[in-house]
């Protein structure tokens, strides 16, 4: 996990449309934070400085000590929701973290060692399906990305979750499937010096000559299904 970023905080005494906008004029971003066994908390909190750190490229990503009335309370950031027209954040809603409790959380995906794979090493493309793994961590223990070494791997190999040792304290959410979170795929040129199609084959419906269809990334149908349906979002 990022280290605690720190977020000063004033009390919110009046909720409502029309307060909310009255502190946004004031250059204020209304928020609560909830969650644990106590009442949400309404709050707000400086528009330049959650600029600033939503700025960082992984606020959203990291734990939040929120400093109120001379506490600090250790939060999750959940949403920020932002003016569809200026893209100012308007609102922001904190999870509060509680000692020995879970969370579900998006971790980014590092692949590393591309230098030791055959398969890239022969112009094979790492067709990467998820880019973040949804995971149920130790709200004490989130991990700020998890690593994923390709030492070894060909074209037309696939790396599945079931592969991929997590940290301890995180389990993936999503138990239901062996999910893929990418395959090495050969690029169209390859595969037609290597006479295993012809155009026809290599080229999908809509798209270019020299672009890889969906189903020439491998055995794998699960990752193709992946593609297709974030494809689709």
């Given amino acids: 996990m990022s280290d605690a970023l720190t977020l000063p905080a004033e009390t919110r005494e009046r909720a409502g449309k029309g307060a909310s906008r ?5 250059g204020r971003v ?53 003016d569809p027209v200026k893209d100012r954040p308007i609102h922001a809603d904190f999870l509060r973290m509680v000692k020995g409790g ?40 989130i991990p700020s990305e998890i690593v994923i070494d390709v030492t070894g791997k060909e074209v037309g190999d696939a790396i599945h979750i079931s592969e991929v040792t997590l940290p301890e304290g995180s389990a993936s959410a999503i138990t239901d499937r062996d999910f893929t979170i990418a395959t090495l795929v ?3 040129a390859l595969k037609r010096s290597e006479g295993e199609g012809s155009d026809d084959e ?32």
């Fill in 22 to 26: 009255a502190l946004r004029r004031e």
């Fill in 30 to 82: 209304p928020a609560v934070i909830y969650g644990g066994k106590e009442d949400p908390v309404m709050v707000h909190i400086e528009e330049k400085e959650l600029v600033r750190q939503l700025m960082t490229g992984h606020f959203m990503n990291s734990i939040v000590e929120i400093e109120l009335d001379g506490k600090k309370m250790r939060t999750l950031p959940k949403d920020v929701a932002l």
């Fill in 102 to 141: 879970k969370i579900e959380v998006e971790v980014p995906v590092v692949f590393i060692n591309e230098e030791a794979s055959p398969g890239l090493k022969k112009g094979g493309v790492l067709n990467v399906v998820r880019h973040e793994l949804e995971l149920i961590c130790d709200n004490d223990r």
């Fill in 186 to 188: 050969a690029p169209s």
């Fill in 202 to 233: 290599q080229t999908g419906e809509g798209m270019e000559p020299g672009e890889t269809a969906a189903t020439e990334q491998g055995p794998d149908d699960d990752a193709a299904q992946e593609q297709e349906d974030k494809s689709g979002e």
